[in-house]
């Protein structure tokens, strides 16, 4: 198998043309060939200097914790300047018109992880859109799904309203695409797509998860170290929209749920009790050492896969957040913080994340777990 960097860097006429050209570089650290040589590395060998590097939501560099705002710097070793696309606000997600006259033509790069939350592929619309707009060309290098491109779980966004950077555009929670194919979608419906040109991903076995490449996992972002990180994650990651912690600080993010008044035995047995496939559950107890609960003991659970088919990972969390609602219901919240750039006036952030308010008013007026769930699955 190879990746759009891989097939570009092997394309002589490809490479030839962006000599020619005043090139842009969007890109992280899971941005690599097979070799693990970032696309940077790899385009400088080829003679190619871009002029102007974006870094995604946690960085250019990829060191910064989720929702942690990132500000521009230099790249030490071309002295190119580096550009966030992660700012302070709404509007810094997207390339600014100066910034783009410096260049004509945007390489991006990125991995997805097969989750309408996972920002990536919004940066990469966006991304898209500003450059259409200024005149400058995209070259998106596509990168394989790693939890397969063939399942798909939870319904698109049923409201404008809730649409978000954790859910620009309505398509479902786990999509079962390349981040290529969401954005070459959207290009069409938008009328854009001469100013995009995808790089497919050669010889993907779109059943297949990302053990089966032949080539290492690299993390994307700091809290998706493991292809078992990504399985889970279309689930785990509406936990951060309430006050358990979603194991950020510790080893196991997101396969870790729990808060400190959680009975993590009782919340065991009644997940398996509710017949979902495809997993375990095991009591755990575990430290945060930031973020939800730093410092403090946790009871809860770790989900772990033990057929990938089966699991429902929308599912699962939903009823793993409606049980562990019903074992405290006065110490149960929601997240009372904004949620990537929204408000809580505006929307809440179990309604960004499920396209939906129907989750939320299920899950607090006490459903039961097979109601909260039917909220947003089939």
């Not at 993590?264 to 017949?275: D, N, P, V, Y």
Request: hydrophobic share 40%.
């Amino acid at each position: 198998m190879r990746v759009g960097i891989d097939v570009l860097l092997a394309d002589p006429a490809r490479v030839s043309a962006l000599c020619s050209a005043r090139v842009g570089l969007l890109a992280h650290p899971a941005s690599v060939t097979r070799e693990l040589v970032h696309a940077l590395d790899g385009l400088l060998e080829l003679g190619v200097r871009p002029r102007l590097l974006y870094g995604p939501e946690h960085g250019y560099a990829g060191g910064a914790q989720d929702m942690a705002h990132v500000g521009d710097d230099r790249d030490p070793r071309t002295g190119a300047r580096v550009v966030s696309l992660y700012g302070e606000s709404f509007e810094r997600l997207s390339p600014r018109r100066d910034e783009l006259a410096d260049i004509d033509l945007l390489v991006v790069d990125l991995q997805d992880v097969g989750a309408r939350y996972y920002t990536f592929v919004w940066t990469a619309l966006l991304a898209l859109r500003a450059c259409a707009s200024a005149g400058v060309r995209v070259i998106l290098l596509d990168r394989p799904n790693p939890i397969d491109g063939v399942t798909v779980e939870g319904r698109p966004h049923e409201e404008l309203r809730l649409r978000s950077f954790v859910g620009l555009e309505p398509v479902p929670i786990r999509h079962g695409k390349t981040y290529g194919e969401i954005v070459v979608d959207r290009a069409r419906v938008e009328g854009i797509a001469d100013a995009l040109e995808v790089v497919p991903v050669e010889a993907w076995d779109r059943a297949r998860c990302s053990d089966a490449w032949d080539r290492p996992f690299v993390l994307p972002s700091p809290n998706m170290p493991t292809l078992d990180t990504a399985i889970v994650y279309p689930g785990g990651c509406l936990i951060e929209a309430t006050n358990l912690s979603e194991g950020r600080g510790t080893t196991r993010p997101f396969e870790l749920v729990g808060a400190p008044w959680i009975d993590g035995q009782r919340l065991a047995s009644e997940l398996h009790a509710t017949g979902l496939a495809g997993f375990r559950a095991r009591p755990a107890s575990f430290l945060p050492t930031f973020q939800k609960h730093a410092g403090r003991a946790c009871g809860g659970v770790q989900i772990h896969v033990v057929d990938r088919a089966a699991f429902r990972p929308v599912a699962t969390y939903l009823a793993l957040l409606a049980l562990s609602r019903a074992q405290e219901p006065s110490r149960f919240g929601l997240r009372t913080e904004p949620y990537e750039y929204v408000d809580p006036s505006d929307a809440e952030a179990l309604d960004l994340l499920c396209g939906t308010t129907a989750t939320r008013r299920a899950l607090m007026g006490g459903a039961t777990w097979r109601e909260v769930v039917a909220t947003v699955c089939d």
